[in-house]
């Protein structure tokens, strides 16, 4: 635990008098601390980590650069940040966007408020006292009006339950638990589980370091290049000269960025074949997201959606040397129905002589043992496995702490057929909780730290109406929060992405209930939440 350790300053002092307490220090947590302060409410908050980050404090793996753009992938609260701070690149690389989340804790003054290396066991909700009761991995016992969960969709791992995978005798890594000191790939033989955005990423530098590389597939992905690349002195200049325009041209798409990559509205069908390709082509080339902005309607029709997935096959096929492994590359499922990846050289890497493809559709990994892993009879002699697969997505954060409601009521079992929340942001039976960018909301369909400014903003604007109206409790409903859910899911089923086994679905976990969890459409759902709060918080309980 870490020495940084004790009551905001800008609190009223002993812990029985605490306003909030803040689960997470990552994108989400920072913005909480810094926005509860401006309110003068006292603060804690609790990382399990020994730094601020989150995401980019546990991703160190090689490779490991966001996905939406940098200049975009950052906080807008502050004209002053967005000024002064410089990208680098394109897609800003881990150690970047880490030493900007120090930063951003620095510069607000926000570490004062955080204990690190502190996990947050347990939160039972007192109802006398109205408050909660937090628990934390060192001992501690604190209480506060409300709880706010800011621990991330994509930070509870998940490890595959593999027969006899703690008997391996090399190292074992997962990316999102990635160690801080320098791993030395120089004479290994490395297996890789996992073809997501993190082993897309990662499979290049390790098989450009490794004597040898075995890639474990179980459902190939669809990935473009990422065509990262330094940003130029006037490129930002461009972009500063308006930052505020720039970040509310983004907010107003879909996914809450992207606004200059030229979405394209018509239909792939309204085309002839030269056309599409030439269109295909010239987004394939810039890099990026454009790409799903090729036509309007790749992620809504089925018939348009081949297309764009015939395109890209037939340039895993155009790069990957061996006809046989090409075809294996090669993705079935709807192109974004799981989250497209961005690669710098991942299709490329499979015509290396140190690097194989092992396709484990049909016949999983039957076990590992001291020296390797087993599949179909064959055993692969390997000094390191890295495990690139995901997380328990959307909910294992949340689940993974024992919270505790009116009644006694677990969260874990109320979420057992899927996580139940209004707007993503208050869960019926949980007064004074709320959860930052989590399932229901747009989260893991937007620029995420748009999503939890967004949160954060309406989440510190209602505990200051509570005050002034003199308000102890707010409580999401249950009518609302089951409209909502259908809501969220009678969106997603206007589209294709709920047509594959992917994580927004939680098909990922083995007996995860299928739901799917973020919702789709950031502008509308601002409006609607600014609505809620305008009408004095319909949907939820306030007294
Ligand atoms: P996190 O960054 O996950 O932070 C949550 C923190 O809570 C963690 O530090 C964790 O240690 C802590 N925590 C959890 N439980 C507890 C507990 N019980 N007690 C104490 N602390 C706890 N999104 C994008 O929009 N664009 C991108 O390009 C992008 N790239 C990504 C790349 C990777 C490799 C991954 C994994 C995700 C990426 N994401 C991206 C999603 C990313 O998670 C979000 O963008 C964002 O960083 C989430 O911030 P957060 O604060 O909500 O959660
Ligand atoms: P992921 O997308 O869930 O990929 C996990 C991989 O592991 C999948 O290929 C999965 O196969 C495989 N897998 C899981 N369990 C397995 C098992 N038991 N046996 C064999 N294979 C197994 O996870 P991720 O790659 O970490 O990415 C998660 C999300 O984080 C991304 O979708 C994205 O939102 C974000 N991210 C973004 C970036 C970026 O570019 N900025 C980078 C990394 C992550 P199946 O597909 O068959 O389940």
């Known amino acids: 635990m870490s020495t940084q350790e004790h009551t905001d300053q800008g609190g009223s002092g002993g812990t029985d008098a605490l306003d909030l307490v803040i689960v997470g220090a990552g994108f989400g947590g920072l913005y909480a601390i810094h926005r509860a302060r401006q309110l003068g409410l006292s603060v804690r908050a609790f990382e399990a980590g020994d730094d601020v980050g989150g995401t980019w404090y546990w991703n160190r793996y090689p490779g490991a650069r966001c996905d939406v753009e940098s200049v975009e992938y950052s906080y807008g609260f502050s004209e002053e940040l967005q000024q002064e701070w410089v990208w680098s690149e394109r897609y800003a690389c881990q150690p970047e966007l880490l030493r900007y989340a120090q930063h951003v804790a620095e510069r607000f003054n926000l570490r004062h408020a955080i204990t690190f290396g502190t996990r947050v066991r347990s939160a039972i909700y007192d109802d006398v006292a109205q408050r909660w009761r937090v628990s934390t991995s060192e001992g501690e016992e604190i209480s506060a009006r409300f709880l706010v969960l800011a621990t991330g969709c994509l930070s509870a791992t998940n490890v595959p339950d593999i027969p006899g995978l703690d008997t391996f005798a090399g190292r074992i890594l997962h990316t999102g638990r990635w160690p801080r000191e320098e791993i030395d790939f120089a004479g290994q033989r490395v297996g890789v589980v996992g073809t997501g955005s993190s082993a897309i990423q990662a499979i290049p530098l390790i098989a450009a370091a490794a004597t040898e590389l075995v890639v474990f597939q179980r459902t190939a992905s669809y990935s473009v290049p990422a065509r990262n690349r330094p940003l130029t002195a ?27 990559l030229g979405w394209n509205t018509a239909s792939a069908l309204d085309y002839t074949a030269e056309q599409r390709d030439a269109l295909y082509e010239e987004r394939w080339q810039r890099g990026g997201f454009a790409f799903l902005g090729s036509f309007g309607d790749t992620s809504v029709n089925k018939a348009a959606n081949d297309l764009a997935a015939d395109f890209i096959r037939r340039k895993i096929k155009s790069i990957v040397n061996d006809p046989a492994v090409a075809e294996a590359l090669c993705p079935e499922q ?4 799981k989250r497209m990846a961005l690669d710098s050289g991942y299709f490329e890497t499979f015509n290396r002589d140190n690097v194989k493809l092992i396709d484990i559709s049909k016949h999983p990994i039957d076990h590992v043992d001291s020296t390797g892993l087993w599949v179909n009879g064959q055993h692969f002699e390997l000094d390191m496995l890295v495990l690139a697969t995901g997380y328990d997505a959307m909910t294992g954060s949340y689940t993974g702490i024992d919270i505790r409601g009116r009644d006694g009521r677990a969260l874990k079992e109320e979420w057992a057929g899927g996580p139940l929340t209004y707007l993503g942001l208050g869960v019926p039976n949980f007064p004074n909780l709320f959860i930052v960018a989590g399932p229901g909301s747009p989260s893991v369909l937007t620029n995420m730290v748009l999503a939890a400014e967004q949160h954060v903003d309406w989440i510190v604007e209602c505990i200051d ?6 308000l102890a409790t707010i409580e999401a409903t249950a009518e609302a929060a089951h409209e909502w859910v259908e809501h969220v899911n009678g969106i997603a089923a206007l589209t294709l992405y709920p047509t594959c086994n992917s994580w927004y679905l939680g098909a990922n976990i083995p007996g995860k209930a299928r739901v799917f969890m973020p919702l789709l459409g950031f502008p509308d759902y601002e409006v609607r939440c600014s609505e809620v709060a305008a009408a004095g918080y319909a949907g939820f309980e306030v007294g």
């Open 234 to 260: 006037p490129e930002l200049d461009r972009i500063k000269s308006d930052y505020a325009g720039f970040r509310a041209r983004n907010r107003a798409m879909p996914g809450g960025f992207g606004a200059d």
């Open 334 to 337: 709807p192109v974004g129905c």
């Open 465 to 470: 109406y509570m005050n002034t109206h003199g």
